[in-house]
C-alpha cells in the first residue's frame, strides 16, 4: 500500500476481520507451537523472521521515512506488543485459557476511555454499550462454567488486555507521523529483539532437535500469515478506523478460534456459544451503526485555543 494511498473505510474494517480469521486460526496453531519452544524465544524468532520479511518487502519506503518519529515510535508500539503478547501467556500458565481469552478481550472495554484521555474524543452511549455487549459474549464463547475467581494468572492477563489497549491506541495516535508500514516492521523488530533478550535471561535455549517438519509449517504460518500480513492489515486500519470501532471488531477473534476448534477438532457447538457469537455480532452491528462521536466544532476551537495559550 502506497504511502497517502487511501482505501474506503469499509476496505480497512475488511481487512480488520481478515486479520481475526487468521488469528483465529493461530490458536490451534500456536497450541502446538508453544509445546516445541518457550513463550519468550517463541515470540522473539517469530517476530524477527517476520521484521526480516517485512524489511525486505517495504525496503524503500524504510529507508525513505527513517527518522527520530518512525524509530520512537516504532519503539513504543514494538514493547508494548511484546508485553501484551509476554504477560498474556505468563498468564496462561497460571489460568485456564477460557479465562486468559475472557480477560484478554476486556481491551475493548478499555480502549474507547484510553483514546478518549489521548485525544480527547469522548466516546458514545452506543460506544460503551457495544463494548460491554462485546465482554458478554466473549465469556459466554470461552468460560463454559469456570470459576470467576481473581488469582495470579488472571492478574496477569488483565495486565496484558491493557497492553493490548495501549497498542491499539498508540497505533492510531504514532501512524499520524510515519508511514505505517516502516512502523510495523521497526515494531516487529523491538519486539523481537525483547523476545530472545527475555528468553536468554529466564528461559532454556530451543532444542533444535525437536524442529519437526510440523512445527516449521506451524512457523511459517505464524511468521507468514499471523504476523506479516494480519499485523499488517491491523496496523493499516487502526490508523483509519476509529479504535473504539476496531477494539470491537479485534473481538471477533476470539469467534474464530472457537469456529477454528470446532472444524479441526471437533469441539461441539453449545447453547453459551451460540448466545455469545449472537452479542459480539450485536456488538459489532451496535458500533457500526453508531461510529465513535465527534466533538462539536465549538470544543476543537476550545481545545486548539488552550494549546496556544499554553505556547
Known amino acids: 500500500m502506497r504511502p497517502g494511498f487511501q482505501l474506503p473505510q469499509a476496505a480497512y474494517k475488511l481487512m480488520i476481520v481478515v486479520a481475526t480469521i487468521i488469528w483465529g486460526v493461530s490458536f490451534v496453531v500456536m497450541k502446538d507451537a508453544v509445546g516445541v519452544m ?3 524465544w517463541l515470540i522473539g524468532i517469530r ?3 517476520t521484521a526480516a520479511i517485512l524489511s525486505a518487502v517495504f525496503w524503500k519506503r524504510l529507508v ?6 518512525l524509530i520512537i515510535g516504532g519503539a513504543i508500539l514494538g514493547a508494548l506488543l511484546f508485553l501484551a503478547y509476554w504477560t498474556q501467556t505468563v498468564g496462561l500458565k497460571y489460568t485456564t485459557p477460557g479465562k486468559n481469552a475472557f480477560l484478554t478481550a476486556v481491551y475493548c472495554v478499555i480502549v474507547p476511555f484510553m483514546f478518549w484521555g489521548v485525544a480527547k474524543r469522548r466516546p458514545t452511549i452506543y460506544n460503551v454499550c457495544a463494548a460491554v455487549l462485546c465482554i458478554i459474549g466473549v465469556g459466554f464463547v470461552s468460560l463454559s462454567g469456570e470459576d470467576l475467581t ?5 492478574g496477569m492477563t488483565l495486565v496484558c488486555s491493557v497492553m493490548f489497549a495501549a497498542h491499539i491506541v498508540a ?3 504514532v501512524a499520524k507521523r510515519s508511514d505505517i508500514m ?6 516487529f523488530i523491538v519486539s523481537g529483539f525483547l523476545g530472545c533478550l527475555v528468553g536468554a535471561l529466564t528461559e532454556p535455549l530451543p532444542d533444535l532437535t525437536a524442529i519437526t517438519p510440523d512445527f516449521l509449517f506451524n512457523m511459517a504460518y505464524l511468521v507468514i500469515l499471523a504476523s506479516c500480513v494480519a499485523m ?5 486500519a487502526v490508523a483509519k478506523v476509529p479504535p473504539s470501532q476496531a477494539a470491537v471488531l479485534l473481538s471477533l477473534e476470539s469467534v474464530f478460534g472457537v469456529l477454528a476448534s470446532i472444524l479441526l477438532y471437533g469441539e461441539q457447538m453449545t447453547f453459551a456459544l451460540i448466545l455469545g457469537f449472537a452479542l459480539i455480532l450485536g456488538a459489532v452491528i451496535l458500533s457500526e451503526a453508531f461510529p465513535l462521536k465527534k466533538p462539536p466544532d465549538d470544543v476543537d476551537d476550545a481545545i486548539a485555543e488552550d494549546a496556544i495559550a499554553i505556547d
Do not use: C, H, R, Y
Not at 516502516?182 to 515494531?187: D, G, K, P, R, S
Not at 499488517?232 to 493499516?236: E, I
Open 38 to 40: 518457550e513463550p519468550s
Open 47 to 49: 517476530f524477527l523472521f
Open 64 to 69: 525513505k521515512s527513517f527518522g527520530p518519529d
Open 150 to 154: 481473581l488469582g495470579f494468572g488472571d
Open 171 to 173: 497505533t492510531a495516535v
Open 182 to 187: 516502516a512502523l510495523t516492521v521497526i515494531q
Open 232 to 236: 499488517g492489515f491491523q496496523n493499516a
